[in-house]
Structure formats: structure tokens, C-alpha cells
């Protein structure tokens, strides 16, 4: 058992009139926590996290969807458990502050002098010839953001010169964004921030330490539990979220994740113990789907739609709870303008219960758990709160800075939509 019975205890399980605003910021505190490594797949990270959430849906009472509430799923993901070290001159960088590995980075050991990708080679042809000519391999290559992404308007001969290099730095001057990828590449590549990056004397060198293992097949999992309806039990409504993050990044440093998603799912969480009472039981079965690798690419939410274990047909509506964790100016709704109706009734119960200072509709996107389920047919919303902070995929979405603004009133106005759905034929 990961998580120790002291912190379950701490987190107090026993069902609310509503939501509890403290216990949720207490989930989001451990699920943001160090000792879950960001819920991603190095130290088993995500697992912690999924034997936490299994633990609160049994001592709810939730029935499980599959056996021991988890649906094992696999894939396969690039991490760096490792040294992620770099030093520019006299200056040691700092991982996740200051520079980040790209998704895709590879491994190296590597010490010298770097080459600088010279700007002039997009409009000298003679300078674009220099380039070429001089050797990359074994070598730090560094170029700025703006350079990197104008390489694709050469000649491949360009691109396939700069991939001979054994590091590849990038110079960006907006903000650090990680993510993750399903592949490795034969080279290191590491994005840096630009106002970190030193004015290095021409003999200074530049040392680059990466250790990045691709996990194939990674075992992992949804937690999947559902409590059945008073009257229509082979009816469903779908609520879920996804509690999987980007995990660590080298020895230090580890993406929190506390909006993405820590802040769903204790939404998800706070909603089960809501149901778990009989005298919010309604009508129809709701099943709590927490989702795994959904940062890897949907992969949990695309298992379970291949792999349903509930009829996909059977489920009245769907609400995804992503980034719950502020609210300042209100909600937007995914699928709003693919669902209308649906959309105009969520905003007469907003305006009726001022729970949150605005709905806003947007149209399909492919950005969170809903997506497979609405390429299956399956009606749904996606619903993210709006204001600050807005830390996204950094090592600064910390649970401290979450002010949970709107998070009752979107637990208040889920509540009133699914009652309304609950009522539905």
C-alpha cells in the first residue's frame, strides 16, 4: 500500500452535505506533493496517485467498474529519472526553473566549446555553406526559438546537419512548457531560458549531462467506480477526471501539477462523497472515471472508449473537470457550441444559482478526457475555470498558489446540472 493510512485519516473520508472546500485543498496538497514525483512515470509517481484515489472510492462505497477499481492499460513514455545537469561557463543552470529536457530528448554526457547556429544562413547563402561545413558531431549546438522553428523553411540538408550534433539547446524567451513524448531521440535536446543563458567568453565551454530512459509498454492504469441509480441503474451519467501529471524531470526537479490536475480531481473526489450519501443519490447510475496518461496523449480515456465498461450508448452526458483551480472570472464549457441546448440550460442554472461570473462556450477541441468520448458519440462538456494564477505544465503550478476561487461554485453547479439530467427520459 503507497499511501499510508495517516495521511487517509488526515484527509477525513467521511461523505459531506457538500463539497469541503478544506479536504479538497488537502487532496490537492498530497496529490501535488513531492513524494507522488508529479504523478508521472518515474518512481511510479501516477501509481501513488491511483492508490490514493482507489482507496477514497472504496472507503466511499463506490462499486468498482473492474476489479480492484483500476483498468490496466500500457504505453510507452520518454522520462529522465537521472542527471539532468547543465553548466554554461561558470554558471550551473537549474532544472525546471531554468531550463527543461524536451519530450523527445535523448541521452549525453558531453563537455567543450559550443557552436552557435548563426541567423544569417536564412538569407546568406555563403554563410548557410559555413554552417554546413562545420562539424557538429559531439558537439552543443545553440540556437535561439525563433531560428529553430524557421529551420523547417530549409533545405532538409539544414535539418539534418543541426541532428548531427549530440546536444541541441534552445534559447526561449517566453516561458518553460514541458510535456512528454512516446519516442527518444538519438540527440539530447533541452530548451533554456534566454535570460538565464550567459554571455560566454569564446574559450568558455558548456557541459550537458542527460539521462533519459524510454519505458516501453509502462504498466498503468484508470481508477475507475460508479454508484448505482435509485431508479434508472443502467443509466448513466460520466463524471471524470484525469490525476496524472508530467512526473520528474532529472533528481530535483518535478512538476507539481496542482490545477493540472490535482484540482479535477479532488473535484472528482468531493463529487463522489456528494453521491455517496443516499440522499444524493439520483436517479440514474453516476460512474467516476480518474484517468490515466492523459498528458501522454489521451491515452487512458481513448483505452476506455476502445474498451468500455459501461455501454458507451447508455450514458445521458459527460463532464470533464480540468484546471478547476481558480475561477476568478468564471468557466468555460468545451462543446458548448457543439451542444447547444445542453450548453443554454448549464447557463440558466449559472444565472439562477450565481455559482461562477461566467460561462463561456467553446467548440470541439481535442485538449482533455471528453475528446474520445465525443468522437464516440458520446454528448459531453469540458468544463476549466478561468483566472489566475496560470501556471501550466511548469514546476510552478504548486498547490499553495491555487486559490481555488470558483471551485464550490463549480461543484454546485455540476450538482444542479446533474439533477437536471438525472431527470431526463
Known sequence: MLVGSAVLLALDTRPAAAQDLNRARRTIEHLASRRLHGR?????????????????FKQLGLQPLAPGYFQPFTLDVNTFPGQ???????????????????PSSGAA????????????????EQAGQRFLATPLQGRILVLRQRDAERLRTLPTVFAEHVQQA?????????????????TVAPQAQLQVLASKWPQLQPEQSVSVQVQAQLRTAYPTQNVVGFLPGTAQPDSFLV???????????GRRAYFPGANDNASGTAMLLELAAYYAQPEHRPRCSVAFL????????LVGSRYFVKHPLLPLERIRFLLNLD????GQTGATVVNGRIHEAEYRQLVRLNDAGHYLPELAPRGRAANSDHYPFSEAGVPAFFLYTRGTPTHYH??????????????AGLFRLVVAYCQVLSRTP
Open 394 to 407: 511548469d514546476v510552478y503550478d504548486r498547490a499553495r498558489t491555487l486559490p481555488l476561487t470558483g471551485f
Open 239 to 249: 463524471l471524470t477526471a484525469h490525476y496524472d501529471h508530467l512526473g520528474q524531470m
Open 84 to 102: 539532468l545537469r547543465l553548466r554554461a561557463g561558470n554558471h550551473a543552470l537549474q532544472a525546471g526553473a531554468d531550463f527543461i529536457a524536451e
Open 109 to 124: 554526457a558531453v563537455n567543450g566549446v559550443p557552436v552557435y547556429l548563426d541567423s544569417l544562413i536564412y538569407n546568406d
Open 40 to 56: 508521472g512515470y518515474v518512481r511510479q509517481g501516477e501509481r501513488r496517485a491511483a492508490d490514493f484515489i482507489r482507496q477514497r
Open 166 to 182: 549530440a546536444v541541441r539547446l534552445t534559447l526561449v524567451s517566453g516561458k518553460l512548457t514541458a510535456s512528454l513524448s512516446s
Open 323 to 326: 484546471l478547476a483551480g481558480t
Open 290 to 297: 480518474a484517468f490515466g496518461a492523459e498528458e501522454a496523449g
